[in-house]
Each structure stands twice: as C-alpha cells, then as structure tokens.
C-alpha cells in the first residue's frame, strides 16, 4: 500500500507497511518490532510480535465483510498492545484482565495519552464493522469512507502530519495479478483497505 509519489521507492523507511508490487505482501516492520520489543520489555512486558497478519488477510480477501472484520480486529490488537505497555504495574493486582469491549478499551487508551484523533479514528472503524455484524444486508457507503477519511486526516495532521494522504494511495496485490487499485476508483471496499490499511500504520507509528 502505497502512495503516488512512493512509487519505485516502496522499500526507503524499514517502519513503513507497504503493500505494492511484485512482492505479494511486504511487511517492512523488523525495525519498528525491534524497538517495541526493547522499549517494552523494560517494563517486563512479552512482545512476540506485533501480529499484523489480520491487516494482511483484510488488503487481500475480496469479501467486504471479511475485510472490515479483520481490519477492526487489528486495530483493537493494536490498542491492547499500547495498553498492556502503558497501564501501571499496579493494576493487575486490581483488574484481572483488560477491558473486553471496544469502546472501554479506547477510552482507556485515550486516559493514558493515546491521541484522541487515533481513538476517533479506531472509533470509526468500529463502527462500520458494528453496522456490518447488526444490521443485515448492510453495505458501506461513501459517507461512512468520507467520514472515515476525516478521521484519518484529523489523526495524521495530530500524530504524523508528514505521513501519506490516502487520497493519494493505492493498493497492488500479486494476487489479483498486479492490478493497482487506486484510491476513489473501484468503490469504498476498496478505499476501506486504504483508510484502514494507513489508520493502523499511524497507530503503530504513535507507539515507536
């Protein structure tokens, strides 16, 4: 997943997700695993990984439903992983477990300093999946992509203003035969795995 003006450099920044080319899926992340895993095993904390294989499944499945549930399912991983690496040692002698729903989950981050721009954002990916898993024969619109747009843009003007406008973005899976999506033509199933696709990637960017 990249943008216009990466093209032919998909590979420069080692944190970067991208998704392009000849390469199937490319997950350039060994470096931002490598911090994660020294910052928070000084607080005793266990990373394996960051486990960004429901990313991957959502940008490559063609099943709209299969996609947004997997892209949520990565986001609330991702929050789980900065509150286990936040929350005072204290705490689990209180709670025994984190919070199961996803909404509490995202208020705790946000008490713990995670950018309320990131919390709007996640948010509203959790709510496109919520209107898929409740209301039958529901489909994504344009208005729940615009939406989810300026969630993104709110987040990455607060978080990394340098990071790529989605507008500008496409996907290339080896899978479909190299085809390269762009951004706004083939429908907001498509332009769901860009916002959510770069939505993550911010998330994980905040947490180096």
């Known amino acids: ?47 394996e990984s960051l486990g960004l294989e429901h990313l991957v499944a959502a940008l490559e499945t063609e099943d709209v439903l299969g996609a947004v549930l997997r892209a949520q399912l990565q986001v609330e991983q991702q929050l ?5 690496a936040n929350v005072a040692d204290g705490m689990w002698d209180v709670a025994s477990s984190l919070p199961q729903n996803f ?53 990455r003007a607060a978080v990394d203003p340098a990071s790529y406008d989605v507008r500008q973005s496409y996907i290339q899976l080896h899978g479909l035969g190299g085809e390269k999506i762009s951004f706004g033509t083939k429908g907001p199933e498509w332009d769901f795995k860009m916002v959510s696709g770069w939505t993550v990637s911010l998330i994980l960017k905040y947490m180096v």
């Open 103 to 155: 909404s509490q989950k995202v208020a705790m981050a946000a008490a713990l300093g995670f950018p309320k721009e990131l919390c709007f954002a996640a948010t509203a990916i959790n709510q496109i999946r919520n209107k898929f898993a409740h209301k039958s024969g529901w489909a994504l619109k344009q208005a729940d992509i615009d939406n989810l747009v300026e969630k993104y843009d709110a987040a």
């Open 1 to 47: 997943m990249v943008t216009d003006e990466q093209d032919g450099d998909c590979c420069s920044d080692p944190r970067e997700l991208d998704i392009a080319g000849d390469c199937h899926v490319t997950l350039r992340l060994r470096a931002l695993s490598a911090h994660l895993s020294e910052t928070w095993m000084a607080k005793r904390i266990e990373v």
């Open 80 to 84: 789980e992983l900065f509150l286990v």
